[in-house]
């Protein structure tokens, strides 16, 4: 059964960089594309950005263009969100999602409905 697992959430000053990482197992991750979304309280799960594993094409959320980035270790089979200048709006669950459509533009990953597996999220809080 597939499935995924975040690591890295934390406590971070404001300006601070934090990373965080998703382990996907029990499927070809590989032929996928993973996407980060999170979801503040008392707030609707947003995107934040998402990559195809094989080309490492990405695309990003607006909120976090040039401050984010994500990446994907074939290696450690590891998909990670790099963070930086964070501020304390980015305070939220962090999940990891893979969807094995792959086919379509990257404009289209912003879509949670498009994800078939879903993390338990890690947190991530910024103090200000």
């Known amino acids: 059964q597939a499935r995924l697992a975040e690591s890295g959430g934390g406590l971070v000053q404001a300006g601070a960089s934090l990373s965080v990482s998703c382990k996907p197992s029990?499927?070809?991750?590989?032929?996928?594309?993973l996407g980060w979304f999170r979801q503040a309280p008392g707030k609707e799960r947003e995107f934040v950005a998402a990559?195809?594993?094989?080309?490492?094409?990405?695309v990003y959320a607006d909120s976090v263009l040039g401050r984010f980035s994500i990446s994907r270790d074939n290696a450690k089979n590891t998909v990670y969100l790099q963070m930086n200048s964070l501020k304390p709006e980015d305070t939220a669950v962090y999940y990891c999602?893979?969807?094995?459509?792959?086919?379509?533009?990257?404009?289209?990953?912003?879509?949670?409905?498009?994800?078939?597996?879903w993390g338990r999220g890690t947190q991530v809080t910024v103090s200000s």
């Open positions: 029990g499927r070809t991750f590989s032929t996928y594309a």
């Open positions: 990559i195809k594993w094989i080309s490492g094409d990405t």
């Open positions: 999602a893979s969807t094995p459509t792959l086919n379509i533009g990257m404009s289209s990953y912003t879509k949670p409905t498009l994800y078939d597996y």
